[in-house]
């Protein structure tokens, strides 16, 4: 018997998995009670242990699964399943793209109150696995512990860590063996610097007591074979830091750009600190078609470099530019749209708020041989101002890219104010996207809906949509 007052477990009983939820997971129902579960696949019949209840919905773990789903497949990674990476790994990549597209179309309608007659259908990857251009790596001396590890109640020595952050624990990370995400040398060179920094005692980061060597790893490569390396270090010493970087520039000798940064604030973001170049380039160079592009630590690009051209391209395509057209490119980063598009347009002005972005564009804008791009730095909403667009001229054609925040509503009535003939609005994070349409479609009525993955094996998933002015 249970003792007096502990509450029974509820397990509900060969239930089935009817969709996909928000941020990767799934959903089933129970007497109308919708109830949100990890790792399930539609399809699948289990049971499910209910671990809290909330006025709207409640979340449960699978316990059992009677019945796999035909859309369920065998996850390559070991991590699966603790590594919240790769929350889709178990799900065959046909049924993944027909839920990102599922679920951009939802949001549209029920987010922005938008009516879909017609759209493209997702365009997928051509890699479904060793896709990504960009993998952050945390160090950490509180390495995540397998449920064999804790049942052996054998005391743990080594628990450094480098690797991910687990889901919802931000002092525990999974000490990362194989990740499927990018090409090597990206396992190898963490793994190498891993095991040399257990073996010259290199302490790593205690992020409690802010505190340690090591802290974090940046590792970006491009299809001209480029590799970046960046060491992110919180204790100035400066003795441990050269013996470090010189393992790894003689050890991994196809490195194009050493560098590493000494950073002593409570975040690992780097946008804020001095990078110092050790060996190499201080960037490394992406072609997208017949465009370089210069990529330097803080420079922002897509993460997937292939499918980053399908996206320009559809989106140049889908902008319908002529000659005289004046292009703004909102939310620029570094220039990539606008450049893409500028031997089409009179004039391209792209507009971000980070200063290293764009002085990038007008570097690659001149490698490049483009003179019709204009950029400028500054807070969107201060900065897309009436006396900015009389000084700029009054553009034909809006292309914006806003981060997954979406855009700032003294953007969107500026927009309004303009009416541009058309709106080309790409995304990563179609709900955002959705709202901002909402508000736009006062004026705009859409006429394109076009869907691309970016991103297998996760939820995410890039959208297009195009907006014209209304007659």
């Known amino acids: ?18 969709d ?22 539609p399809g699948d019949i289990c049971d499910i242990l209910i671990y809290k209840k909330r006025r709207k919905y409640w979340q449960g773990e699978i316990k059992k699964i009677h019945k796999f789903s035909k859309q369920r497949t065998s996850p390559k990674c070991k991590h699966f399943g603790t590594c919240g990476g790769c929350k889709w790994q178990n799900m065959n990549y046909n049924a993944q793209l027909k839920f ?18 017609k759209y493209k259908n997702i365009i997928g990857s051509t890699k479904s696995y060793f896709y990504r251009n960009k993998m952050e790596f945390t160090f950490s001396n509180k390495r995540w512990l397998t449920k064999k590890e804790i049942a052996s109640n054998i005391k743990i020595e080594e628990k450094n860590a480098c690797g991910f952050h687990v889901p919802g624990m931000f002092d525990k990370v999974i000490d990362l063996n194989n990740c499927y995400l990018q090409k090597e040398p990206s396992n190898k060179i963490r793994l190498s610097i891993n095991t040399f920094a257990r073996k ?10 802010q505190k340690g060597f090591l802290r974090n790893l940046i590792i970006r490569t491009s299809t001209t074979n480029d590799l970046m390396v960046i060491v992110q270090f919180f204790e100035r010493n400066i003795t441990k830091i050269n013996l470090l970087m010189e393992y790894i520039k003689t050890t991994f000798t196809e490195i194009t750009s050493l560098l590493y940064t000494i950073n002593q604030k409570a975040n690992n973001t780097i946008y804020d600190q001095k990078i110092i170049c050790y060996h190499g380039k201080n960037y490394i160079q992406e072609k997208i078609d017949h465009l370089i592009f210069n990529i330097g630590p803080k420079t922002f690009f897509q993460t997937n470099s292939e499918q980053a051209a399908l996206l320009y391209s559809k989106t140049k395509e889908l902008a319908k530019i002529k000659k005289n057209d004046i292009i703004y490119d909102l939310y620029t980063g570094t220039g990539t749209i606008a450049q ?4 089409s347009a009179k ?5 971000d708020s980070v200063k290293e972005g764009i ?22 909403k201060d900065i897309f101002s009436d006396n900015f667009i009389e000084e700029n001229g009054c553009p034909d ?19 309004l104010k303009i009416k541009a003939k058309r709106i080309v609005y790409v995304s990563c994070n179609s709900a955002t996207q959705a709202r901002d349409i909402n508000i736009l479609k006062e004026l705009y009525k859409i006429t394109n809906i076009q869907p691309i993955d970016m991103f297998p094996q996760t939820h995410h998933v890039e959208n297009i949509v195009v907006l014209e002015i209304k007659d």
Do not use: W
């Open 1 to 18: 018997m249970s003792k007096k007052g502990k509450k029974k477990p509820v397990i509900l009983e060969k239930v089935k998995i009817i």
């Open 20 to 41: 996909t939820a928000n941020k990767g997971k799934s959903i089933t129902k129970y007497q109308d009670r919708v109830i949100i579960v990890e790792n399930g696949i």
């Open 100 to 117: 990102k597209e599922k679920e951009v179309l939802n949001n549209l309608e029920r987010i922005g109150n938008i009516s879909i007659n």
């Open 200 to 209: 010259n005692n290199l302490s790593f980061f205690d992020i409690r007591k």
């Open 340 to 343: 893409y598009v500028a031997s």
């Open 347 to 351: 004039k391209v002005v792209g507009i």
């Open 359 to 380: 002085d990038a564009a007008y570097i690659n804008a001149k490698q490049n041989n483009i003179n019709n791009c204009i950029f400028y730095t500054g807070d969107m």
């Open 397 to 415: 054609i809006i292309i914006t890219d806003p981060p997954r925040d979406g855009m700032h509503k003294k953007v969107i009535e500026q927009i």
